[in-house]
């Protein structure tokens, strides 16, 4: 079993920056790829992005690209999301989730899910 635990969330003026971070335990040499999504009330989980962490290759949403970028520190197990010029309609419950194999961009493709940490961007 995996478990995973978001940290970072908060209120941000419209413009503002953010980083979440998501800390991994328990089987983590089995996980290969870490998700970043993102849910709002009344609507599906959002694909936001991911990192491989074999080879650090990265894969973005285009509502996100050239806004948002996810690291890792596979020393301390923990996968970042840095969002940048965060808009208004980056609010929600942003989740991060794992897999052992490529993950995807459908929440399907995850067995592993932290609990989501809230994100508000005021305008």
């Known amino acids: 079993q995996v478990q995973l635990i978001e940290s970072g969330g908060g209120l941000v003026q419209a413009g503002g920056s953010l980083r979440l971070s998501c800390a991994a335990s328990?089987?983590?040499?089995?996980?290969?790829?870490m998700g970043w999504f993102r849910q709002t009330p009344g609507k599906e989980r959002e694909f936001v992005g991911r990192?491989?962490?074999?080879?650090?290759?990265?894969y973005y949403a285009d509502s996100v690209k050239g806004r948002f970028t996810i690291s890792k520190d596979n020393a301390k197990n923990t996968v970042y999301l840095q969002m940048n010029s965060l808009k208004p309609e980056d609010t929600a419950v942003y989740y991060c989730?794992?897999?052992?194999?490529?993950?995807?961009?459908?929440?399907?493709?995850?067995?592993?899910w932290g609990q989501g940490t809230q994100v508000t961007v005021s305008s």
């Open positions: 989730a794992a897999d052992w194999l490529s993950g995807g961009s459908s929440a399907s493709g995850y067995p592993y």
């Open positions: 328990g089987r983590t040499i089995t996980i290969n790829t």
């Open positions: 990192i491989t962490r074999s080879t650090s290759s990265t």
